[in-house]
């Protein structure tokens, strides 16, 4: 009987962490989207819609780099031949000439990697 009690015990407190999880990634998807727009969004739209200077941000993530249809790119950046993963972005984020010498990019310059993450987090939401 101990052992059902714990058992239900550890399952609650599992479902209540699973519970607080999905929470966490929602808020720092909303802290991200506060970022994105204070610091991404002068240049990068996230839907087609609303044309930007840099390329479109929506699918970002997993995307290949280089690759969204009309966007005139840097040779640089064409030729990278990376994928966008969460790491690559925190790399591009902190200095994107450092990953990329030759883009025609700007130094963005966000070093904090809670910012990344919460800026990551929020591009990971948006699909296409």
């Known amino acids: ?32 989207e506060d970022f994105f727009h204070k610091e991404c969004y002068r240049c990068h739209s996230v839907d087609a819609d609303r044309a930007s200077y840099g390329p479109i941000l929506e699918g970002v993530l997993g995307r290949a780099v280089g690759t969204v249809d009309g966007y005139p790119y840097s040779e640089a950046l064409s030729d990278a031949g990376f994928v966008w993963t969460e790491g690559a972005l925190r790399a591009w984020m ?4 450092a990953l990329v010498p030759g883009t025609k990019m700007r130094h963005v310059g966000i070093t904090d990697p ?9 591009l990971a939401t948006l699909t296409k």
């Open 1 to 32: 009987m101990k052992a059902h009690a714990f058992a239900l015990s550890l399952i609650s407190t599992l479902v209540a962490g699973a519970g607080f999880a999905g929470e966490y990634d929602t808020i720092k998807a909303q802290a991200g």
């Open 94 to 97: 902190e200095d994107n000439d």
């Open 114 to 122: 809670t910012v990344q993450d919460f800026i990551v987090s929020y």
